[in-house]
């Protein structure tokens, strides 16, 4: 039997793990993953907490509506299907029938509305874009997220991994406290919350009535099967008494193991090591101001720091770290090969200069706009001619007045663009559009 190691971040999905591979056997011929978990949350209450140690616990209790499959890609879990408006300021959420509490009783929408509406107000991302947004019960099978304006990441939001929109009793949520959280966790996940004695353990169950979604499992959504009886998140905050209770056997499953650790592990045959993204280095100049407000300075720094031997030193071998262009990394290959990057590098420095695009850079433009959902758009500009755009209003885009889809990129014959990033998404606006 192999047991699994990871080295830098475990993101968890037990309910995805098969049982000889990872389950240690009982007496009583139950089945047990123990993980060396190396941190103790401070809270298993989702929507008060962005701690990784709060989201891999709680990931295993309660589900959400949207969540990201394999390719980073959003679909739905709780929910059946979603659908955003035409004008972009409603979310209709239809919801699964015959899911259930971990208590016995039925979700419904009175439930999700409830959970939904304290997440968005405890959630930063949620404060920030959907204050003045309500989540709404049309009828027992649907819910509605009516918005005063269009979001273009509204779906990403929902979807988020971390602090998520856990979906619980309407009565457990009246119960919470503002400030401790939850007083008890039920969810609909795969397993259920046991006990949690502080700096030992935190021990689960399998959800003997769990109601998968169906389809392939895909990342964190599609069939999703608790394959052990029970989990046991052993809290073990000193990496190397993971790693020896890698090797006695004590532990099926670590987290955080140092790379100082590594090289003796991967010489035990029982050990099966697992790497996973877990945090980036990155360099963040000042171009308000200063030296490094000139684009050249900045190169100049790209082309004369060895980001090789920075990295080697801080992570050791190249076999722990991935140099890349961008803060997606190909672990993402919904971001990483999107058109929309592709297109962002292409022409960030032409409209820097407000310089009219090629044709074949037209092309790849209009590419990246069938990609989006924005119909209209607003440019702002600051004094040094970069921009940002406010999604959602129609002004100046005769062409963009209609469905993206229909625009054929060689019917355009000058175009300029100005691309920025809305919390990390590329968006594109279009400054003038001439059609022949």
Known sequence: MYRILFSLLLVFMIAGCSDDSGGSGSSSGESTLNIGYNAQPNTIDPHISNTATTTDVSRNIFEQLLSFDENNEVAPLLAESYEISEDGKDVTFKLRKDVKFHNGNEM??????????????????????????????????????????PLTIVKYILAMSSNFGAIMPKEVIEAADPATGVKEYIGTGPFKFVEWKQDQHIKLAKNEEYTSPSGEASGLVGKREPLVDTIYFHIVKDASTRAAGMQTGEYDLATQILTDNIEQLKTDSNLELHLDPASFLTSVFNKKKGLFTDQKAREAVNLAVNKEEIMTAAYTSDEYYDLEHGLMSENYPAWHNSPLFSVWAAVNRITREGKVLGPEQRCDVITALKSMTIYGAVLNFDEENSGSIEVGKRADFAVLEEDPTSIDPKGIKDIKVLSTFIDGIPVYGQQKIAAT
Do not use: P
Request: overall charge negative.
């Open 108 to 149: 419904t929408a009175d439930d999700v509305v409830a959970s939904m509406e304290r997440w968005r107000s405890l959630n930063g991302k949620a404060i920030a874009y959907l204050s003045n947004s309500e989540f709404v019960k049309e009828d027992e099978d649907t819910v509605v997220l009516h918005m005063d304006k």
